[in-house]
């Protein structure tokens, strides 16, 4: 019974850390095409 608690709180991290690290990937990339439309408008 223990051992399914501990499971199923591992995959809840997990899923937790994917999401977070998607939103950061997102944002980086949103930051890096601001900064090429930057480049690309100022000469």
Request: aromatic letters at 12%; glycine letters at 2%; one cysteine or more.
């Amino acid at each position: 019974m223990q051992y399914e608690v501990v499971v199923m709180g591992v995959l809840e991290l997990l899923v937790e850390v994917k999401n977070s690290l998607f939103e950061f990937s997102v944002l980086w990339l949103s930051y890096v095409v601001v900064l090429m439309l930057l480049c690309l408008l100022l000469p």
